[in-house]
């Protein structure tokens, strides 16, 4: 079984530009959450979704906002990139019913700003 | 608001020798979870060990096991016979245990190298 997918794994954009990044979950789970990893870091949460409803959302500005299709893909959008929004963006998805509390994460976006 | 803090930045140990990653955590909830988390250099986080709070019996799992004392908010992680592919990042994490709630409070991590 496939796990989390997410896409581009890497890209560089330079500042003020925007970026979408892209994650499909598990099959089977419904909630899609997203961190991002600044180096040397712990991760730290952005976004979380289930049902096309966001159900958390981290201490980031408005630039930051993500949206999760019928699917239960998602998308987190990055308007005006600065410098310190270089990172490695990680989704994680989980089956929301019967959660654990584990969440099963995807290799991640590395995104570069210059 | 939860804070996880990881005093250890980095440790070292030698192959099949026993190390213990420490973990401290500040919350007043009293219903969470706790989690170490593994990050290899390929990126990918994968779970390695889960503690439900309101559990006193310590989880383990394989080589691994935690030292969970509620009162002291204290949750180490011991690998015992460590073997080279435990080289990684590992990372503490908390997790309030609330229905619909699936955020993570991440510690910022231990690198762990095994020499062989």
């Known amino acids: 079984d496939a796990g989390v997918t997410q896409s581009p794994t890497h890209l560089i954009k330079t500042r003020g530009q925007h970026v979408t990044l892209r994650c499909s979950p598990i099959?089977?789970?419904?909630?899609v959450s997203w961190y991002q990893q600044v180096l040397g870091q712990g991760p730290q949460f952005i976004f979380q979704?289930?049902?096309?409803?966001?159900?958390g959302r981290g201490n980031f500005p408005d630039r930051f906002s993500a949206r999760q299709f019928p699917n239960y893909s998602s998308e987190l959008n990055v308007n005006a990139l600065l410098l310190g929004d270089s990172a490695l963006y990680l989704c994680?998805?989980?089956?929301?019913?019967?959660?654990?509390?584990?969440?099963?994460f995807g290799e991640g976006s590395r995104l570069t700003v210059l | 608001a939860q804070t996880v803090t990881q005093s250890q930045p980095e440790m070292s140990v030698q192959e099949a020798e026993t190390v213990t990653l420490s973990c401290t955590y500040d919350?007043?909830?009293?219903?969470?979870?706790l989690f170490w988390y593994k990050q290899p250099p390929s990126r990918q986080m994968i779970l390695v060990i889960r503690?439900?709070?309101?559990?006193?019996q310590n989880a383990t799992e394989n080589r691994f096991s935690v030292n969970f004392q509620k009162a002291a908010k204290s949750f180490s992680l011991k690998i015992s016979d460590s073997q080279l592919g435990d080289t990684a990042m590992y990372f503490c994490?908390?997790?309030?245990?609330?229905?619909?709630?699936?955020?993570?409070?991440f510690g910022t991590g231990t690198r762990l190298t095994i020499i062989p």
């Open positions: 994680a998805s989980s089956p929301w019913s019967r959660s654990t509390g584990e969440l099963f």
């Open positions: 919350t007043s909830e009293n219903n969470y979870y």
């Open positions: 994490a908390f997790m309030k245990q609330a229905f619909g709630n699936e955020k993570l409070t």
């Open positions: 979704y289930y049902e096309k409803e966001e159900r």
């Open positions: 099959s089977g789970h419904k909630s």
């Open positions: 503690q439900e709070a309101y559990k006193q």
